[in-house]
């Protein structure tokens, strides 16, 4: 790979080099020419003479190795203008002392960049690795920023302490209530004692995402102060691609609790019904008392 070739991205896996092509402007703007000559002439002969064309245009340039290059560029850059706009977005709604933190972590990656950026241009392959990957960390501490952020408003606005009150309060009526009321309120139970238990986890796992974060800062400022004085960037990557393994286990973790979380407007939905009908049940007692009398 050419040391200006453009590191492949996850979009550009399966690039469709001959569409690619013929979406260019300027070929466009030549079948567009052709056609308008072609009713301007009253002959097809523009059209025919367009059309051989185009189909040696789109059966060379697709394979051309600069032009390969060149779409991958823009690929890159549409990239990388897309993770851009996502980061601002995931920032903006991170409070100020978030905020603030990611700041830093961005300084810290930046004086590895500058440190780096003197180095031989037989080096700049493995600086090119090691950009990538901070730039890769930099957007997983945020996506960790935002899932603490995100936890630590669940964990205020829940009182587990309350909840086993409440479990607490059924379970003692439960045998006095009548049997529809039972087994609704032992699905409630059933889900409140799922509630608590999803509390503990998500108090886990903030504990999990908080050490990662103070993880990431502690290596990438050792990285930092590594690249001082080191000079090899490929050791330097070796280090990034072991933090970002950890930090992509830390984020399949986040995204296990959102799945757990998922399931119970489903819980709910069906406790709801059970209520419905009972409330049906009530209702037609009711009539049918009235009717007897």
Known sequence: MAIDDPTPGTG??????????FHIQYNWIGLAAAGAFALVSASFLPVILAAGAELMYLSVIPNNNRFQRLVR??????????????????????PGDLQTRYIKLAEVCGGIRANFAQLSSTSQIFVQQMD?????????????LQAAY??????????????????GALQKRLNTDPPKVQEIDKKRIEIL????????????????????????????QLVRDQSITMRDPQQVSDQL??????????????????????????EMSGVM???D???????TGISRTRIRS
Do not use: C
Request: aromatic residues 4%; negative net charge.
């Open 73 to 94: 560029s823009w690929k890159l850059a549409e990239e990388k203008q897309q993770n851009q706009q996502s980061l601002s977005d995931l920032l903006r709604n991170l």
């Open 277 to 283: 009908d009972a409330s049906s049940a009530d209702s």
């Open 273 to 275: 019904a059970m209520a």
């Open 132 to 144: 990538a990957r901070l730039e890769g960390l930099l957007h997983g501490y945020a996506r960790l």
């Open 150 to 167: 995100q936890q630590r408003q669940y964990m205020k606005t829940v009182d587990p302490d309350a909840i086993k009150n409440e479990i």
């Open 241 to 266: 691609e072991n933090l970002v393994h950890d930090v992509e286990q830390t984020e399949e973790t986040v995204k296990q609790m959102e799945a757990i979380f998922s399931n119970l407007p489903s």
């Open 12 to 21: 550009q896996k399966n690039i469709n080099y001959v569409k690619e092509a």
């Open 193 to 220: 004692g799922k509630r608590v238990e999803k509390f503990e986890k998500i108090t886990e796992n903030r504990q999990v995402i908080d050490a990662q974060i103070s993880a990431m800062e502690d290596v990438l």
